[in-house]
T-cell receptor, first 115, second 113 residues
């Protein structure tokens, strides 16, 4: 058990819909990362938050947004869903930027299926 | 930008065979290097890491040496088991880049009895 909790574990929805994925980081971790894992594209970095502020942005679509709340949990919002958004979405946490060598702790992921 | 390239899979081996999964990196500074493993139905978990040149990371019989001269971090195991079947990801992280973790594409390993 990594200590990172993601909900829901599975989600099935239709094209055009909007979903929210939730992540609770390990106790004490200030950084939260979101990754998308598709069958053909491996692991893609989406976005990172540190202590409530956006710190780095990767290949995140404009239809997607995220935030980190004062209690450090994070939510990833996916809107106007398309079939190609079907993937496994991982959240990871770490102690914080500049304070460690970058080790991340991953949740078990949220599997999104868009029909 | 920083990136990681690892050998494509899938890799299928018999139990007790030797394993090598190649990984090379491109970085502007001095990154830390990692191997993560993803077992079926689970999230990624850290397998081993090395933070500076010539360091050797090891865990569960797996080893990888940080080679700055060849910008490589190959994963090796002398005798694989069925339970090693998983997807293996090479990754790097640089302090000056907000510790943004860059992952390779992953290599699926299947070990047959």
């Amino acid at each position: 058990d990594s200590g990172v909790t993601q909900t829901p574990k599975h989600l099935i929805t239709a094209t055009g819909q909007r979903v929210t994925l939730r992540c609770s980081p390990r106790s004490g971790d200030l950084s939260v990362y979101w990754y998308q894992q598709s069958l053909d594209q491996g692991l893609q970095f989406l976005i990172q938050y540190y202590n409530g502020e956006e710190r780095a942005k990767g290949n995140i679509l404009e239809r997607f947004s995220a935030q980190q709340f004062p209690d450090l949990h994070s939510e990833l919002n996916l809107s106007s869903l398309e079939l190609g958004d079907s993937a496994l979405y991982f959240c990871a946490s770490s102690v914080g930027t500049g304070k460690n060598t970058g080790e991340l702790f991953f949740g078990e992921g949220s599997r999104l299926t868009v029909l | 930008g920083d990136s990681v390239t690892q050998m494509e899979g899938p890799v299928t081996l018999s139990e007790e065979a030797c394993l090598t999964i190649n990984c090379t990196y491109t970085a502007t500074g001095y990154p830390s290097l990692f191997w993560y493993v993803q077992y079926p139905g689970e999230g990624l978990q850290l397998l081993l890491k090395a933070t500076k040149a010539d360091d050797k990371g090891s865990n569960k019989g797996f080893e990888a040496t940080y080679r700055k001269e060849t910008t490589s971090f190959h994963l090796e195991k002398g005798s694989v088991q069925v339970s090693d079947s998983a997807v293996y990801f090479c990754a790097l992280s640089e302090f000056h880049n907000n510790n943004d973790m860059r992952f390779g594409a992953g290599t699926r390993l299947t070990v047959k009895p």
